[in-house]
Antibody
């Protein structure tokens, strides 16, 4: 059974830092791209960042580029999100999400998310 | 970024009703669209990908259609467990984006 378990959320002051972790199990972690998706209180979903299965390629939303860093440790089956220079607008539940690994016609497409963690709340406030 | 606009934003329906939610893209996205269901306090759940492919384990009362700029999610006979918020998401163009959501509530 696929399981994704986030941790590391909490209350942080503006300008502060936080590191989120997502422990994965039940699948071959290194074979799948992973993403972080966030949801501000009462709002919709926003994709934040993605990383390839090998960790060699990373992608960021403009809203977090230069402040957040995604990484993974395939030996530990764990995904990370280092968040620096946090702002009030970063307040959200952060979900880690596994890529479906959808391939058709010899081409594989990232960003269909077939499993999600339970989420971890990050609150940026003084 | 591609904008996805869902309609309606709110829908009141009864058990057994046929429900249709529309998602319109600001530019063509071929068939690179997914639908998710989210219940309060829970993570989203993938229902449909590639516009019309039912994710494993999802009941067959859910179906998706469309291509280009207009897509629909249909629930053929609404069940009590289907009351939730539904989101569309595109991945044709980077970055991936989501619609604003459609909340389906009990009439």
């Amino acid at each position: 059974e696929v399981q994704l378990l986030e941790s590391g959320g909490g209350l942080v002051q503006p300008g502060g830092s936080l590191r989120l972790s997502c422990a994965a199990s039940g699948f071959t972690f290194s074979s799948y791209a992973m993403s972080w998706v966030r949801q501000a209180p009462g709002k919709g979903l926003e994709w934040v960042s993605a990383i390839s299965g090998s960790g060699g390629s990373t992608y960021y939303a403009d809203s977090v580029k230069g402040r957040f860093t995604i990484s993974r440790d395939n030996s530990k089956n764990t995904l990370y999100l280092q968040m620096n220079s946090l702002r009030a607008e970063d307040t959200a539940v952060y979900y880690c999400a596994k890529d479906l690994g959808y391939c058709t016609g010899g081409v594989c497409y990232t960003y269909y998310f077939d499993y999600w963690g339970q989420g971890t709340l990050v609150t940026v406030s003084s | 970024d591609i904008q996805l606009t869902q309609s309606p934003s709110f829908l009141s329906a009864s058990v057994g009703d046929r429900v249709t939610i529309t998602c319109r893209a600001s530019q063509g996205i071929s068939s690179y669209l997914a639908w998710y269901q989210q219940k309060p306090g829970k993570a989203p759940k993938l229902l449909i990908y590639a516009a019309s492919t039912l994710q494993s384990g999802v009941p067959s009362r859910f179906s998706g259609s469309g291509s280009g700029t207009e897509f629909t999610l249909t629930i053929s006979s609404l069940q009590p467990e289907d009351f939730a918020t539904y989101y569309c998401q595109q991945l044709n163009s980077y970055p991936p984006t989501f619609g604003q959501g459609t909340k389906v509530e009990i009439k």
